[in-house]
């Protein structure tokens, strides 16, 4: 294990000053960059994250065009429930496609935990990045056990989770044994990235906002805590970030986090008195921003620091992923300026 506790990304998340407010993007490896276009031609998706060598390469490319704080990890929050025996595929323009979706207690049959040889090629990978990266670290991350399941149960992409929802409601003990045998697939999946070096995880709940905070507490958040206390004496930051959680916040960051990530709807001083005053936030500038022209993006960007200073800690970043048609120069600009600006 190798935690960078000195470089700037670290010590935010730690609550801890530093030399400046970090930065980094969560999807800032993808399709804004036309490097990653060129290197992903005729590569599927799944195929590209197995090979450690092209997983280096595109984990690197936003690191040496944008100047960011870290690196995350390129990968997919399906490769290890891929790796467990699942039939499934990435969909350009779509998302996760399962072939066979997992709707009954036999269907779960087919969900095997995993171990670290499993999933060997994201160790090499991570051991790759670490000594190509020197002090720039590398945040490793796997989906949380809700977000997952929804991919599994509704068989792909979905707005209104109806099936994830029915079982969730209604087969308490079905839901129970998927959720816990996906917690462990994830905390093996995060645990194989702490070992092989990486400096801070994130647990992604994206879809977790589609639930009230009593039904997150009571079916969701079990799962998730169980994932981020079984990493505690790992002793990395472990960030948490979902989308539209709001009325979460609390609870995400009580099921164990030391970061909540928030997204663009909640003003990073709102969300900080929800979560409390001995965690740091990530976010929050609304991926939207960037299409808008500089003047609004470094206005916007200003507030969003502003904002943050009401934490003890804060990591600049957007409130969800780079938009596939972002222009990448904004980017750039945007992390110098967060640089600039407090440093
Ligand atoms: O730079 C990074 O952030 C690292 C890589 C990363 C990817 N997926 C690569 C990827 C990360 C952190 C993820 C996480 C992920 N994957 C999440 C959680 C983050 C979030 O956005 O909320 C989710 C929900 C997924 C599932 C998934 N995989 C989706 C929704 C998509 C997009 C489908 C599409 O084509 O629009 C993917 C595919 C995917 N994952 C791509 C990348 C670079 C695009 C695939 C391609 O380039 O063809």
């Not at 171990?115 to 000594?131: F, G, H, I, Q």
């Not at 997952?148 to 079905?174: D, N």
């Not at 663009?264 to 965690?279: C, E, M, N, S, Y």
Request: proline share 7%; net charge negative; with cysteine.
């Amino acid at each position: 294990m190798t935690v960078l506790e000195d470089s700037a990304f670290v010590r935010a998340c730690r609550g801890l000053p530093g030399s400046h407010t970090p930065v980094w993007f969560m999807r800032q490896a993808g399709r804004s960059l036309p490097e990653y276009r060129k290197i992903r031609e005729g590569i599927p998706m799944l195929e590209s994250c197995r090979r450690p060598e092209l997983v280096t390469e595109i984990t690197l490319q936003p690191v040496r065009r944008h100047n960011v704080d870290a690196a995350i990890l390129y990968s997919d929050i399906v490769v290890p429930i891929a790796a467990a025996g699942i039939d499934l595929d990435i969909v350009p323009g779509t998302g996760p496609v399962v072939g066979t979706p997992v709707r009954t207690a036999k269907d779960l049959e087919r969900l095997r935990p995993i171990t670290a040889d499993d999933v060997d090629y994201v160790a090499e990978s991570v051991r790759l990045l670490v000594a190509e990266l020197g002090a720039t670290p590398l945040i490793g991350f796997a989906g949380a056990p809700f977000t997952l399941a929804s991919y599994l149960i509704e068989g792909g992409p979905s707005r209104t989770y109806l099936k994830t929802k029915a079982m969730m409601y209604g087969e308490p003990e079905l839901w129970d044994a998927l959720m816990s045998r996906l917690a462990g697939i994830t905390l093996s999946f995060l645990r194989t990235q702490i070992d092989a070096g990486v400096s801070a995880v994130q647990l992604f709940d994206s879809w977790a906002g589609a639930l009230s905070e009593a039904d997150y507490r009571r079916h969701v958040m079990p799962y998730s805590a169980d994932v981020l206390r079984g990493l505690l004496d790992a002793g990395v930051p472990r960030i948490h970030f979902g989308v539209g959680t709001a009325v979460l916040l609390e609870a995400m960051g009580e099921a164990g986090a030391d970061v909540v990530g928030v997204d663009w709807r909640t003003p990073l001083d709102v969300a900080t008195k929800r979560i409390g005053p001995d965690r740091a936030v990530q976010g929050n500038l609304d991926p939207a921003i960037l299409f808008a022209g500089w003047d609004v993006v470094e206005r916007e960007a200003r507030r969003v620091l502003e904002q943050g200073r009401s934490a003890p800690g804060h990591v600049f970043n957007l409130g969800h992923g780079v938009m596939p048609e972002t222009d990448p120069d904004v980017l750039t600009r945007l992390t110098a300026l967060v640089h600039e600006v407090t440093g």
